[in-house]
């Protein structure tokens, strides 16, 4: 019996660990060096999330919060406007909610030259 509780309370854990949404992919990718500062950032999670806040910093200076209005509900794939700072390293930092409740944050930065 004492194995059957182990085994379950294993088995719940790995269920709950496993539900979380991660960052997947994102467009321009984490790390890319570009001519161009991009209109959007793409990002693109492993399940559904809901974006709480996102910060965007230039050369670790914070510049602006992206306004997300516009995004309603939970979304897997979500597409940020991005406004031309000029050259230098660019940092979204994101702080989301997965369906399940569970707060996440997380980050992307790449440089325009």
Same mark, same amino acid.
């Given at each position: 019996?004492?194995?059957?509780?182990?085994? #379950?309370? +294993? &088995?719940?854990? $790995?269920?709950? =660990?496993?539900?979380?949404?991660? #960052?997947? +992919? &994102?467009?321009? $990718?984490?790390? =890319?060096?570009?001519?161009?500062?991009?209109?959007?950032?793409?990002?693109?999670?492993?399940?559904?999330?809901?974006l709480t806040r996102v910060e965007v910093y230039l050369?670790?200076?914070?510049?602006?919060?992206?306004?997300?209005?516009?995004?309603?509900?939970?979304?897997?794939?979500?597409a940020l406007p991005l406004t031309d700072l000029g050259?230098?390293?660019?940092?979204?930092?994101?702080?989301?909610?997965?369906?399940?409740?569970?707060?996440?944050?997380?980050?992307?930065?790449?440089?325009?030259?």
């Open positions: 019996m004492k194995m059957i509780l182990h085994v #379950l309370a +294993l &088995s719940i854990f $790995a269920t709950s =660990a496993f539900a979380h949404a991660t #960052l997947q +992919l &994102s467009t321009p $990718a984490n790390g =890319a060096v570009l001519q161009s500062v991009p209109p959007e950032v793409a990002l693109i999670f492993t399940g559904k999330i809901r050369d670790g200076k914070k510049n602006e919060d992206i306004a997300l209005d516009a995004l309603k509900g939970f979304a897997a794939n979500i050259p230098g390293t660019y940092e979204l930092d994101w702080r989301a909610l997965g369906t399940d409740g569970h707060a996440m944050t997380g980050g992307v930065s790449f440089t325009v030259k």
